[in-house]
């Protein structure tokens, strides 16, 4: 049996569960699309109007989903157009593969001055992926894309590129195809006796605190049972949140665990780099550090670590639990300090953010409990961080720290895409949400299902509120001349709503969740109340 690497590359695609294929279809890669067209009652091909919204959706449905997401791009200026996505999927551990096609390899590195040809391509793909391969031709083909796809569903969830280039795509391959579902490689077994090391500095603490981030996100169940047993609070900054639900009494935001840091004698850190609270806040002699992790690169990289545990949250907090066994118990007086700080900060939240509360509360109030919520780096996404309730996994999903202005309203759409079964509500400012605006088309060509509120201030809000507090209100090229957002949507054969109270924003998005089809929800806002105090928070020891 003859095939050629273009099939090899839709049958690998397929054989690996991939159904969906984020992409902007383009010269060197028409011999793939070509082959793509006798499978699409297998996988469809979900095409955008940038190459950016290709990789943003792609991220946002790994996010929203666990599972792995493909998209698929030309080489050059079609690939350096999805890199601000691709490291975003890097900050946030979204398992994304970046299938980029490639100039004829006798003329890569030659700067002939091909169409799309960049200086070392490859290169660039590596330092944005946990690994990069490069088919060179029929003879390494099939292993070379089972080894992409071992690597995709392996170890840390990361983004994997897979290079091929246009010549390529005809080669024929002789023979049996080969299987092209590759073993994952098996993840690290916990070390019993850093368990046992582990289990003693839990017996000994008082004053534990748990911090999560988004390597938790697959083992809610089990963090929770540990939080219980011992007393602790939890706590996420952006990708953790939702392992615990915001209503539970051990659930804290960050401002909150920020007050709790001088009391705290021993931080579990699970699934999380430990940078925004260890390295940010401080630590000493008095506080003892456990860090679990699937990837033993980030264990102790944000400070030095007590106990270090190199393996699958799924695999070493059973064994921890079952190692505290009677040896741990919860201390009444750490319950009612955290009790004491929670009363405190959400009394000052009200005080001192009002105005951005009530506009997270009337999406709060018309999302389900599962519905999914996606920030964006504007005035009231920096507060919902540690005010907007979560109660499930993967239902915030976060820019992580990468910051990625104007990520959120293309990053939603695969949300969305991906996640028909729930409600999803994005927000974004006017400033970020043109950066991907385009991509409503997308939206409306394929029917996705997202609500997106845009808080317009007709500013970058973010940078005039920093120039205010900072630079003596010193603004400059900060003001922004912003659309009719309701009059865009509609243009583009979108629901376009207008809200100017929150009331009215709750009702709006109740309107937009019974469309069937994308809404946008504009609503004019004014100054609001700076949230960098609970943001930016300074070392306490």
């Known amino acids: 049996m003859t095939t050629n690497i273009a099939t090899l590359a839709v049958k690998a695609l397929i054989a690996n569960g991939i159904d969906q294929l984020y992409c902007l279809p383009g010269v060197q890669n028409d011999h793939?699309?070509?082959?793509?067209?006798?499978?699409?009652?297998?996988i469809t091909p979900i095409?955008?109007?940038?190459?950016?919204?290709?990789?943003?959706?792609?991220?946002?449905?790994?996010l929203?989903?666990?599972?792995?997401?493909?998209?698929?791009?030309?080489?050059?200026?079609?690939?350096?157009?999805?890199?601000?996505?691709?490291?975003?999927?890097?900050?946030?551990?979204?398992?994304?593969?970046?299938?980029?096609?490639?100039?004829?390899?006798?003329?890569?590195?030659?700067?002939?001055?091909?169409?799309?040809?960049?200086?070392?391509?490859?290169?660039?793909?590596?330092?944005?992926?946990?690994?990069?391969?490069?088919?060179?031709?029929?003879?390494?083909?099939?292993?070379?894309?089972?080894?992409?796809?071992?690597?995709?569903?392996?170890?840390?969830?990361?983004?994997?590129?897979?290079?091929?280039?246009?010549?390529?795509?005809?080669?024929?391959?002789?023979?049996?195809?080969?299987?092209?579902?590759?073993?994952?490689?098996?993840?690290?077994?916990?070390?019993?006796?850093?368990?046992?090391?582990a289990a003693s500095l839990i017996a000994a603490?008082?004053?534990?605190?748990?911090?999560?981030?988004?390597?938790?996100?697959?083992?809610?169940?089990?963090?929770?049972?540990?939080?219980?047993?011992?007393?602790?609070?939890?706590?996420?900054f952006r990708t953790g949140h939702g392992v615990m639900p915001s209503d539970d009494p051990l659930s804290i935001g960050m401002p909150m665990a920020h007050s709790l840091w001088p009391d705290v004698d021993l931080v579990i850190g699970l699934g999380t780099r430990l940078q925004s609270q260890v390295m940010s806040w401080g630590r000493d002699d008095a506080m003892k550090i456990i860090h679990i992790d699937i990837d033993e690169s980030q264990i102790g990289r944000s400070a030095p670590v007590d106990v270090g545990i190199h393996?699958?949250?799924?695999?070493?907090?059973?064994?921890?639990?079952?190692?505290?066994?009677?040896?741990?118990?919860?201390?009444?007086?750490?319950?009612?300090?955290?009790?004491?700080?929670?009363?405190?900060?959400?009394?000052?939240?009200?005080?001192?953010?009002?105005?951005?509360?009530?506009?997270?509360?009337?999406?709060?109030?018309?999302l389900p409990r599962d519905g999914i919520f996606v920030d964006e780096l504007t005035q009231t996404g920096y507060v919902s961080r540690f005010a907007f309730?979560?109660?499930?996994?993967r239902s915030f999903i976060s820019t992580g720290y990468q910051?990625?202005?104007?990520?959120?309203?293309?990053?939603?759409?695969?949300?969305?895409?991906?996640?028909?079964d729930v409600p999803v509500v994005s927000i974004s400012g006017d400033?970020?949400?043109?950066?991907?605006?385009?991509?409503?088309?997308?939206?409306?060509?394929h029917n996705i299902p997202l609500t997106t509120v845009i808080f317009n201030d007709h500013a970058f809000g973010n940078v005039r509120r920093l120039q205010m507090d900072n630079y003596d209100s010193r603004l400059i090229a900060s003001d922004l001349s912003s659309p009719d957002f309701v009059s865009l949507a509609e243009s583009f054969g979108a629901q376009g709503l207008l809200a100017t109270s929150p009331n009215q924003l709750r009702t709006a998005i109740e309107t937009a969740m019974l469309h069937d089809g994308p809404s946008i929800i504009e609503v004019p806002v004014g100054e609001l109340p700076s949230p960098w105090d609970f943001v930016l928070m300074p070392k306490s020891r």
């Not at 793939?32 to 297998?42: R, S, Y």
């Not at 940038?50 to 790994?62: D, I, L």
């Open 431 to 445: 400033g970020g949400a043109l950066f991907t605006i385009t991509e409503l088309a997308t939206a409306v060509h």
């Open 205 to 236: 603490a008082r004053a534990p605190m748990i911090v999560v981030g988004g390597g938790a996100q697959d083992d809610a169940e089990a963090v929770q049972a540990l939080a219980r047993r011992i007393g602790a609070p939890v706590v996420a």
């Open 64 to 197: 929203a989903t666990g599972e792995s997401q493909v998209f698929c791009v030309v080489p050059g200026p079609g690939f350096l157009n999805t890199t601000a996505a691709l490291s975003t999927a890097y900050a946030v551990n979204a398992p994304v593969m970046a299938f980029v096609g490639q100039i004829p390899t006798g003329a890569q590195g030659k700067g002939h001055g091909l169409l799309h040809e960049i200086p070392d391509q490859f290169g660039i793909l590596e330092r944005l992926t946990k690994s990069a391969h490069r088919v060179t031709g029929a003879t390494d083909a099939a292993s070379t894309i089972a080894t992409a796809f071992r690597d995709l569903a392996s170890g840390r969830p990361q983004p994997v590129g897979l290079e091929i280039a246009v010549n390529l795509w005809t080669q024929a391959i002789e023979g049996a195809v080969p299987d092209l579902v590759p073993e994952t490689v098996a993840a690290p077994q916990p070390d019993s006796t850093a368990i046992d090391d």
């Open 311 to 366: 393996g699958r949250l799924a695999d070493a907090l059973p064994l921890l639990i079952s190692a505290i066994d009677d040896r741990a118990d919860a201390n009444p007086d750490w319950a009612m300090r955290i009790d004491d700080v929670k009363s405190r900060r959400e009394a000052e939240y009200r005080q001192r953010l009002g105005p951005q509360l009530e506009w997270l509360g009337a999406i709060r109030d018309a």
């Open 32 to 42: 793939f699309f070509n082959a793509l067209f006798d499978h699409t009652d297998m």
């Open 47 to 62: 095409q955008t109007r940038h190459e950016q919204g290709a990789a943003y959706m792609a991220t946002g449905a790994a």
């Open 403 to 420: 910051g990625t202005l104007g990520y959120g309203f293309a990053t939603a759409l695969g949300v969305a895409h991906a996640r028909r």
């Open 389 to 393: 309730p979560s109660y499930v996994p």
